[in-house]
């Protein structure tokens, strides 16, 4: 269907799907889809039910075109991803019964577009993680209490955790313990990285890193997205090795030194979450480019699987418009966490909190802290 606009024509398609499993195929597939496509396809399961898509061929004009993925019906706030490129993106699991896809190009170039496979998910499955590029999967089973294991094929290293576990969070919900590892060349380090989270260690970590190293990590996120790095350990060679960290200006430099001083407070790291969503960390991104009315964007993390829920704005909220947006979207989905870590600002008063907090018997309130203070981040 073609629809006249002031900047052209543009092709509209998609619809409502039903059923137990299906696929997707963007229009013209795989011979192109059209300039100035704007679709969007509504999967909805029985309630209780989850969505999961698999991707089957992926190929879009990248930075130009875009599918862009929502956790529930195609309005911001229900916003998970946008996925460019031509790299088959990993397997997506729905939070609810209902998973949209909006698929929109440019009015120049376009690529041989994408096919999905779509399956119900019941309360009890985690549902197939993926295979990353040079791996091997072993198990076929992905319900609750399942466990399967990852390698490499020959001439490549496992990075990340070799066995995955499905188990259920607070919520209920039956979830991967740990992210997809990936699979990297022997003797070789670096790599381009995307989606919402990932590892990225040393070569040989834990054990110690090679001489003569020259290693480059390139991470690419989202037009008008920002990037965080945790770092959970960090050694080198005094004096004479580092870690460069560009894209903040100026460029960052990290290297391991011996204090002349004493510092200011007892470096103590935050502890290790063991189990999901129990530890969450709260950030804002301000001062973005309008988009459908929305300027801020929340990030949650679960810090134990490092999976991330973005929450949209019109512009910055009060602390108690903050406090509201985390209960509904957050606490009913995943639980009432133990604790939450987030940088000092005027959403997280702790006198507000210390209030909301209580009502909903969370007492564990200490941790709040500033960007100048990291060593309460660990």
């Not at 969505?51 to 529930?72: H, K, M, R, T």
């Not at 209902?98 to 170039?109: G, H, I, K, N, P």
Request: negative net charge; hydrophobic residues 35%.
């Amino acid at each position: 269907m073609w629809a006249a606009t002031c900047q052209g024509f543009i092709y509209t398609c998609g619809g409502t799907l039903k059923g137990r499993n299906g696929t997707i195929e963007s229009p013209g597939f795989p011979y192109g889809y059209p300039n100035g496509a704007n679709c969007t396809w509504v999967i909805v399961a029985e309630e209780g039910n989850r969505i999961q898509i698999i991707f089957q061929s992926f190929a879009v004009e990248e930075e130009y075109d875009f599918l862009s993925l929502y956790d529930g019906h195609p309005h911001p706030a229900n916003f998970r991803t946008r996925l460019t490129g031509f790299q088959i993106p990993a397997p997506v699991t729905s939070t609810g019964s209902v998973f949209s896809l909006r698929l929109t190009s440019d009015f120049a170039v376009s690529a041989h577009g994408f096919k999905i496979y779509y399956e119900e998910l019941q309360s009890s499955s985690c549902g197939n993680p993926g295979v990353p590029p040079k791996g091997i999967l072993y198990g076929t089973r992905f319900n609750i209490g399942d466990k399967i294991r990852y390698s490499c094929v020959t001439g490549y290293v496992l990075d990340g955790h070799p066995q995955l576990t499905c188990v259920t969070n607070t919520g209920n919900t039956a979830v991967w313990d740990f992210p997809v590892p990936i699979c990297r060349a022997e003797d070789t380090c670096g790599d381009t990285l995307r989606g919402s989270s990932g590892i990225i260690s040393s070569p040989n970590f834990p054990s110690e890193y090679y001489n003569s190293a020259d290693c480059t990590w390139t991470i690419l996120a989202d037009p008008g997205d920002t990037i965080s790095i945790i770092f959970t350990d960090f050694q080198t060679e005094e004096k004479y090795d580092y870690l460069e960290v560009e894209g903040s200006e100026p460029p960052t430099i990290c290297q391991s030194k011996t204090l002349k001083t004493l510092p200011a407070s007892k470096l103590m790291p935050i502890p290790v979450p063991e189990r999901l969503w129990l530890h969450i960390a709260l950030d804002f991104v301000t001062d973005l480019p309008c988009s459908e009315g929305n300027t801020t964007i929340l990030t949650v993390v679960d810090r134990f699987s490092r999976a991330v829920r973005f929450i949209v704005f019109p512009s910055l909220p009060t602390a108690f418009q903050t406090a509201e947006t985390l209960f509904m979207q957050v606490f009913q989905i995943f639980g009432i966490p133990e604790d939450i870590l987030s940088n000092k600002g005027p959403q997280f008063m702790p006198r507000v909190w210390s209030a909301f907090l209580e009502r909903i018997g969370v007492t564990h309130i200490s941790r709040f802290t500033s960007g100048y203070h990291l060593q309460s981040n660990g």
